[in-house]
């Protein structure tokens, strides 16, 4: 009965190598996010995304790239990692309801470069 | 730029006790004020969220506490409990909470609350 799930839940790799995230929500939300917390605990958007647009924070170097195979998912693929990616990767969704939009976060996927 | 300015970073209050945590904004637009939870090893979770057409919110022991001249919002734990130890983060956003822009969010509060 999970409402957004994450995989995996820890990610250890080497500079210089590409991994995916994934995530999958079901809420029957439009729009998904993507947030990169770091380790000052500071949340930042990355990207937001709903079937019709995706959205992307200009800070957010090319190398990620968020993929979309169908409304209930949203993956994050990240090329070249380097040590500064480092984090925990928060993905959400959200729909509309009573005039405004909650935003439900999954569990957090924690990204270890070496 | 922070367009989301949270304090204090670390707080301790009594069981009992009540607990504050303050935020100012510096963009106008903002009009979605949510306040999030976040437990260790766990994403965060909506826990009160206030619109600036009105100056407080209270959800049981929650109160938003809302100042639109001053561009301050506070989040206020009345009679606080060891489960309420948590990170806090409050966030802004323009319109509806979501979109195209997401949430802004502060840099949390870490709350102890010690019994």
């Known amino acids: 009965d999970t409402a957004v799930s994450q995989t995996p839940k820890y990610l250890v790799t080497q500079m210089g190598n590409d991994k995916s995230i994934k995530c999958e929500q079901n809420?029957?939300?439009?729009?998904m996010y993507w947030y990169k917390q770091d380790s000052k605990k500071f949340l930042k958007i990355m990207f937001s995304y709903n079937n019709k647009e995706l959205i992307i924070n200009e800070t957010v170097p090319n190398r990620f790239s968020p993929k979309s195979p169908d409304k209930a998912h949203l993956n994050l693929h990240i090329n070249s990692l380097e040590l500064g990616d480092s984090a925990v990767y928060f993905c959400?969704?959200?729909?509309?309801?009573?005039?405004?939009?909650?935003?439900?976060f999954g569990p957090g996927t924690r990204l270890l470069v070496l | 730029q922070q367009q989301v300015k949270q304090s204090p970073q670390s707080l301790i209050v009594q069981k009992g006790g009540i607990s504050i945590i303050n935020c100012a904004y510096e963009?106008?637009?903002?009009?979605?004020f949510p306040w999030y939870q976040q437990f260790p090893g766990k994403g965060p979770a909506l826990l009160i969220a206030i619109r600036p057409d009105v100056s407080e919110k209270k959800e049981g022991r929650f109160t938003i506490s809302f100042n639109k001249s001053a561009k301050q919002f506070s989040l206020h734990i009345m009679d606080s409990q060891p489960g309420d130890s948590a990170t806090y983060f409050c966030a802004a956003s323009i319109g509806s909470g979501g979109g195209a822009d997401g949430l802004t969010f502060g840099k949390g509060t870490h709350l102890i609350i010690q019994p």
């Open positions: 959400a969704s959200s729909a509309l309801s009573g005039g405004q939009e909650t935003q439900y």
């Open positions: 963009n106008t637009a903002f009009d979605y």
């Open positions: 809420l029957g939300h439009d729009t």
